[in-house]
């Protein structure tokens, strides 16, 4: 197994910067999900770590051995793809074995790799039929015995669900999982879909135009985001965003913007002392919203936009002066659109961002 280290690593195609001088250190044996919107740069790391891609700038190493001048047959990698890309003439087998002949292999070692795999991964009776003959989740499947079979140091996927439907999605998720918790193989994971981050990865690195804005567990990602991108990104629904200004009212700290103002906790004094006057973005997560029929000391006073109700759950959607809050909660109330409502943020759990830089404050 292998511990990946990137330092400074930079791709450019003519002007665009897919990949801005990025850094990460990934443990040996570790689960690192790489996640971001469309064109952020995700891809192209992938493909700079496989060897496919050389850098503009920077270095790869795998543990203390620098990668960049090994070509992609000699890195110890397997590699999966969101197209499968498997040979549609060849059976499952020769699917699978394709990689260990091109290495000249003998047959029986040949013959013994592929049945121990294609058994871990439940399509050893499958072998003799071609790709168009199984299911989207086997073909996964055979991609994946074919990554696996060269027994790599590394593993790679590049959005590899994103082709099958959300039952399919969900199950492979957690067979990918447990896959590799079981083989322990040093893994790096393209994907845009925030859920098959949180829940598959043991480190997630957020990025957004070429460069990680945050690498860290899923829980401290969640929890404590470093800037407004990262916490709008990870979450569904979306962070609440909100434009305020820390307010000193007879020695009280507010946050304040045109339409409420709430008071924050004695044990923040401090640092709201530092922020007074200062703009700033509030963060709340709609699972931090409070709706409420009667006015408490602390109430903000709203009208119900639209619900969306999730089965076991309801978004509601709130109008506040002129922005629309999306609040998540279990509880059932009667209201409809248009219903007068108040509102309270959980005092304990919002986020403070720095408006101009974007960064997290408190
Ligand atoms: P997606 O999920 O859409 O694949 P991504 O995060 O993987 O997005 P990349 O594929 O790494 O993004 O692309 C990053 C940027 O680099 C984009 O602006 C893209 O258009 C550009 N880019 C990627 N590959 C090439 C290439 N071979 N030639 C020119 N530009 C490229």
Redesign the pocket.
């Known amino acids: 197994m292998a511990r990946i280290l990137l330092k400074n690593l930079s791709?450019h195609?003519?002007n665009?910067k897919?990949?801005d001088s990025i850094n990460l250190e990934i443990k040996d044996g570790e689960f690192t999900v790489?996640l971001?919107?469309?064109?952020?740069?995700?891809?192209?790391?992938?493909?700079m770590i496989a060897g496919i891609?050389k850098p503009t700038a920077g270095e790869i190493y795998f543990d203390d051995q620098l990668m960049n001048n090994v070509p992609p047959k000699d890195r110890g990698i397997g590699m999966v793809f969101q197209s499968y890309a498997l040979y549609p003439h060849m059976n499952l087998y020769d699917n699978i074995a394709f990689p260990l002949r091109a290495q000249k292999m003998k047959k029986d070692e040949i013959d013994r790799r592929v049945r121990e795999v294609t058994k871990n991964l439940d399509i050893g009776k499958l072998l003799d039929r071609r790709p168009f003959q199984i299911s989207g989740g086997q073909q996964q499947r055979v991609a994946i015995a074919r990554a696996l079979v060269k027994r790599p140091k590394i593993l790679l996927f590049?959005?590899p669900l994103s082709n099958l439907d959300a039952a399919l999605r969900s199950y492979m998720r957690a067979e990918i999982k447990k896959l590799q918790n079981d083989l322990g193989i040093t893994t790096v994971y393209?994907t845009?879909d925030q859920i098959e981050a949180m829940t598959m990865a043991n480190r997630i690195a957020v990025?957004s135009m070429?460069r990680i804005q945050q690498y860290d567990t899923a829980d401290n990602i969640y929890n404590y985001p470093s800037n407004v991108f990262v916490a709008t990104f990870v979450g569904t629904p979306a962070m609440n965003i909100l434009n305020v200004e820390v307010k000193n009212y007879n020695g009280e700290f507010y946050l304040q913007d045109e339409n409420f103002k709430f008071k924050t906790l004695p044990q923040r004094r401090e640092i709201m002392a530092k922020l007074v006057e200062k703009k700033l973005k509030l963060g709340v997560r709609p699972e931090h919203i409070k709706l409420s029929l009667k006015k408490t000391e602390d109430s903000i006073p709203a009208e119900v936009y639209v619900l969306e109700p999730l089965g076991r759950e309801v978004i509601y959607n709130i109008k506040v002066g002129n922005s629309i809050l999306k609040v998540l909660t279990e509880e059932r109330m009667d209201l409809k659109a248009g219903d007068r409502i108040f509102m309270s943020f959980d005092r304990n759990k919002y986020h403070l961002f720095d408006a101009d830089t974007g960064k997290a404050i408190d």
Not at 36 to 47: A, I, Q, R
């Open positions: 791709k195609f003519k665009v897919a990949v790489l971001g919107p469309s064109g952020c740069g995700k891809t192209t790391t992938l493909l891609y590049d959005e393209v845009h990025f070429g």
